[in-house]
């Protein structure tokens, strides 16, 4: 099949999305089919082929967002020559829109995948007042439920996620749940001793943590409960990975914790380089509450690293709790528990690293590509019927024992 990705984010950048969406490319190529990429800033030059860049513009927010600007008369012209056998959209809003458009003007079938908690970022708005951020999110609600009735299919990346898409979207009908997949041999021969000798932490326990440095990640809660378990051990250190608009506020948080000597913040890294950064630590540490997935902490299984994280969507749908790591409360005190519990009983951290790269193993890139595959071939049959999503309206009953289907 001839495919189209758009997506408001690619390379340059750095994320989740982008590492699942290279890893798909890579898995769907060696199965048989070819991937175009529609993205962000057309100046940036790619390295990889079928690659294309719309115009963008960061927004004037905190959050350092792109914005995709999907206006391109070379691609107006270039796309009906792909002969496209399906669009499947990786955000709902400029790009997605577009996206939706050219799916309707080439007769495509169009699939979504939900890849972020969307009204989440509704906080990066500088209006603090409840009535306000209410609004916006019934706002940023509404659009998503208009956006999903326009597609064939809605991926959403782990179950904990459909229950969210159910209650609070009202999606009944033409979903599948497929977590996104890793590359498994990345972290095969990684070795992170270089990145131990760089900080002189060669005989130091190291908790790690990813994301971005943004509110919606809950760093306050795990810079607060790692600092108490670094007052308890003067050997354990802390690698948090990722850039954002709280970097500094995070920073100047070590300060007051009294923890700065041994907390290091790195920035963004190339994606090539995480596995080695993942290697180089002996344990995960996670606290953020807003992920659909939790694809960071998938990767730190498949470094074989045991995890502590706090309990919610996302992440308890690849950590299960006492075999990988501890799912916790959402309070700075559960995590230093868990922290304490791996530091104080090695027969128990090595348990959890052996069942750590076992799970991982179970989310093989190229098991969930040959799902998404089975998705998209059903979503080109549902377009010939002229089948769409079922969204609910908000207060309508749902459907009775609805499914996928």
Known sequence: MHIAFFTNSYLPVVSGVVSSLRSYRKALSEIGHTIFVFAQDENYQDQEPFIFR????????????PAVIPISPHID???????????????PVLVGQAAARKARELDLAL??????????????IPIPQEAVQNFLKNAVNNWLREYMRKCQHIVVPSESMLDILKKEYGLESHYTVIPTGIDLERFVDEDGSNIRSQYGWETDRVMISIGRLAPEKNWNTLLHGAARAMDMYKNLRLIILGDGPERKT?????????VSSRVKFPGEVPLSDVPAYLRSADMFIFASTSETQGLVTLEALAAGLPVVAVDASGTRDIVEDGCQGFLVENHPDAL????????????????????????????DILKTAKKLVSV???????????LYVNVREPGMPALIDSDSA
């Open 336 to 363: 230093t528990e868990a922290v304490v519990r791996l530091m104080e009983d090695e027969e128990l951290t090595a348990r959890l690293k052996k069942s750590a790269v076992k799970r991982a193993e179970s989310f």
């Open 376 to 386: 998209y071939e059903q979503a080109i049959r549902d377009k010939e019927r002229d």
């Open 54 to 65: 719309y115009p963008s513009f960061h927004l004037p927010l905190e959050s350092n967002i």
């Open 77 to 91: 012209w270039l796309l009906p020559s792909l002969k496209l056998d399906l669009i499947h959209s990786h955000h």
């Open 111 to 124: 699939v979504f995948t939900f890849h972020s908690q969307y009204r989440e970022y509704t906080n990066y």
């Open 250 to 258: 995070l920073q100047k948080l070590c300060d007051e914790l009294g």
